[in-house]
């Protein structure tokens, strides 16, 4: 039996089970995001995906699986990010925040910082073989009796 008429506790949070999104509708999808990054308040891409109705993690599992969407993902990031750039060398929104992010928009950003990092490592590597080979040399040395 189902609850009551007027029953508040029995309304739901309105939203239903998640939709299945068809071939079609996923590049409708594309063309959606790519009108969506002309506008000049798309600053965020997770906020596209709110509104419509998805997650991020959808988003990730249907640039796998379609090209299209894929492509219109990658030119969206392009826009938004080049559009948080711009915003945030003349002021308009926090430097800090839009460089915490860059990577996320910026393919030739996230590839600096890889490399950044990868040299970061190899130095420290470098350093700590240094180390241990002036240590494996102090070792080696005879002892100076005193």
Not at 74 to 98: P, S, Y
Not at 107 to 116: D, G, I
């Amino acid at each position: 039996m189902g609850a009551p008429k007027g029953n508040q506790n029995a309304k739901g949070h309105g939203f239903g089970r998640p939709r299945k999104w068809s071939e079609k509708q996923v590049e409708d999808e594309a063309d959606f995001l790519v009108e969506w990054a002309q506008r000049d308040d798309a600053l965020v891409l997770g906020t596209c995906y709110g509104m419509r109705g998805y997650s991020y993690e959808t988003s990730l599992r249907w640039a796998k699986e379609n090209e299209i969407y894929a492509y219109a993902k990658e030119l969206t990031k392009t826009i938004v990010g080049a559009r948080r750039e711009v915003q945030a060398l003349k002021g308009r929104i926090d430097a800090g925040l839009v460089r915490a992010s860059l990577a996320t928009y910026d393919p030739e950003y996230r590839a600096f910082l890889k490399e950044m990092k990868r040299d970061q490592i190899i130095e420290e590597l470098t350093h700590e073989q240094a180390a241990k080979e002036i240590s494996d040399y102090i070792k080696s040395r005879p002892a100076v009796k005193k």
